[in-house]
Structure formats: structure tokens, C-alpha cells
């Protein structure tokens, strides 16, 4: 492991602690509060793709003609992280996106896609994301969530989306959820096998052949540079307090 990626992982190590011992782990003990969870969770399924668009657009080339763009193992790096969350499988083998899975396994357990369906009818009509996020009834916490990932996507250089893609968005599966997870589909097994086999999928994917992929990518696009280390250190830290936010709406909401 890069020695500056050490001292990241380092500083972002409290921040850490603290979200995977977040309390909103304790609301999703029974199928209500885990349709509640997924009802705003499904906006960091969501933005993390847009996220990992923002870096492959970045990182290769997408425009006619077609010239070389970086170099070919970061290139190769962003394209088999795409290929995977973008065109994976769902438990039937079929082909299918994390982000649409994950809309699937909310409509079989019988949670609610209003905020999400609204927010991408809204786009989808031609409205900006600034202002479809700053217009919409989502809590203050989860546009706050969401107004950070798109100033990232849009704006923030290569080697920091890589490090808020990498160490700011990893999705923080403590055990313990694991086993209410395995709780309520030991009750529920008809409403909550789609979101079981997302998670476990998750884990075996996302946390790690893709989690090694994307390590990869930003110790290249950050290489010896000290400055862009601590750029990726600082945006890190501010992601997982944009998470922790996130975890705080879930909170207020059930406690509404």
C-alpha cells in the first residue's frame, strides 16, 4: 500500500468508526424501518453512479473521434468498475445496474420510491440537478448529501473524485446490520430477497475486487504529489461527514 494512502486511511479512520457505529443501525430492526432506510439510502446507490460517470468521462475518452485519453491502466481500471456496477447481474441471472437492483428490491419489500422517481422525472424533464435537488421535499440533510456528490462530479479535479469515489462512499456495512438483515428476510424471505442478494452482492463486488480496482486508481492519478494526497484526504473527510448526515435524515425520519 502507497505510504500517503496509509496516512489517509489513517486521518479518515475516526469518522469511520463513528458511522459504523452510527444509531441509525438500530432503526432497521424490522421491515418498516428498513423501507424507511432505503427510501433515502437509494440516493447514495444513486449519486455513486453518477460519481463513477463523472470519473470515467474524466478518465477516458467518450467523444468522436476517439484519441487516447490517461494512461491505459487507469483507463482499464474506471472501464471494469463501470462494466460491473453499470451491467451486472441480478439473482436471476439477468442483466441489470446496482442503482436499478436496488429500485427493484425497494418495490418488492414495499418501500416507498417517491422521493427518488420524483427527483429523476424532474431531470428527466430537463431540469438541472442543482435545481431539482434545491426544489425537491427531500430533508435538508439529504440535499446537503446530494449538493456535495454533484459539486464533486462537476467540478472537483480527477485525483480528488477518485479519493471521494474510493474512501468517501463506501457504503459502511457494520456486521450487525448483516445480522438484522438476516433477521428480517428470516421473516419476510418474499419481500426482502431482492435487497438481500444487493447487499450481499455489494460486499462480494464493491468491497472487493472494485474496492482494490479504485485504490488503484487513486494512488496513480495521486502518485507522489503530497498536495493532491491532502486534497484527497481533505475531500475524503468531507464525504463521510456528507454520509453521516445522510444516516442523521434516516434518523429524524423514522423518529418522525
Given at each position: 500500500m502507497h505510504p500517503q494512502e496509509l496516512a489517509l486511511n489513517d486521518k479518515i479512520g475516526g469518522i469511520r468508526s463513528q458511522l459504523l457505529a452510527h444509531p441509525v443501525y438500530t432503526k432497521i430492526n424490522n421491515l418498516e424501518g428498513l423501507k424507511n432506510f432505503t427510501q433515502f439510502h437509494v440516493f447514495a446507490v444513486w449519486d455513486f453512479m453518477s460519481l463513477l460517470k463523472s470519473l470515467q468521462i474524466g478518465l477516458t475518452s467518450v467523444q468522436l473521434p476517439w484519441v487516447p485519453v490517461g494512461t491505459a491502466n487507469t483507463r482499464y481500471l474506471i472501464n471494469e468498475i463501470v462494466l460491473g456496477e453499470e451491467s451486472d447481474v441480478d439473482e436471476h441471472d439477468n442483466r441489470i445496474s446496482h442503482f436499478e437492483l436496488y429500485l427493484k428490491a425497494m418495490q418488492q419489500m414495499g418501500a416507498s420510491t417517491i422521493f427518488i422517481d420524483t427527483l429523476l422525472q424532474e431531470i428527466a424533464h430537463g431540469q438541472s440537478i442543482e435545481m431539482a435537488i434545491q426544489q425537491s421535499k427531500l430533508p435538508t440533510q439529504v440535499k446537503a448529501f446530494l449538493q456535495f456528490t454533484f459539486e464533486i462530479a462537476q467540478h472537483a479535479p480527477l485525483h480528488v473524485k477518485a479519493a471521494v469515489f474510493t474512501f468517501g462512499?463506501?457504503?459502511?456495512?457494520?456486521?450487525?446490520?448483516?445480522?438484522?438483515?438476516?433477521?428480517?428476510?428470516?421473516?419476510?424471505?418474499?419481500?426482502?430477497?431482492?435487497?438481500?442478494?444487493?447487499?450481499?452482492?455489494?460486499?462480494?463486488?464493491?468491497?472487493?475486487?472494485?474496492?482494490?480496482?479504485?485504490?488503484?486508481?487513486?494512488?496513480?492519478?495521486?502518485?507522489?504529489?503530497?498536495?493532491?494526497?491532502?486534497?484527497?484526504?481533505?475531500?475524503?473527510?468531507?464525504?463521510?461527514?456528507?454520509?453521516?448526515l445522510l444516516w442523521d435524515a434516516i434518523m429524524d425520519h423514522s423518529a418522525a
Open positions: 462512499r463506501e457504503d459502511l456495512i457494520p456486521d450487525m446490520f448483516t445480522a438484522i438483515l438476516n433477521k428480517i428476510y428470516a421473516d419476510h424471505p418474499n419481500q426482502v430477497s431482492t435487497f438481500k442478494y444487493y447487499i450481499e452482492r455489494h460486499i462480494e463486488v464493491d468491497g472487493g475486487h472494485h474496492s482494490q480496482l479504485a485504490l488503484e486508481m487513486v494512488a496513480e492519478l495521486c502518485g507522489n504529489d503530497n498536495a493532491k494526497w491532502e486534497e484527497a484526504t481533505n475531500a475524503s473527510l468531507k464525504a463521510l461527514e456528507m454520509r453521516s
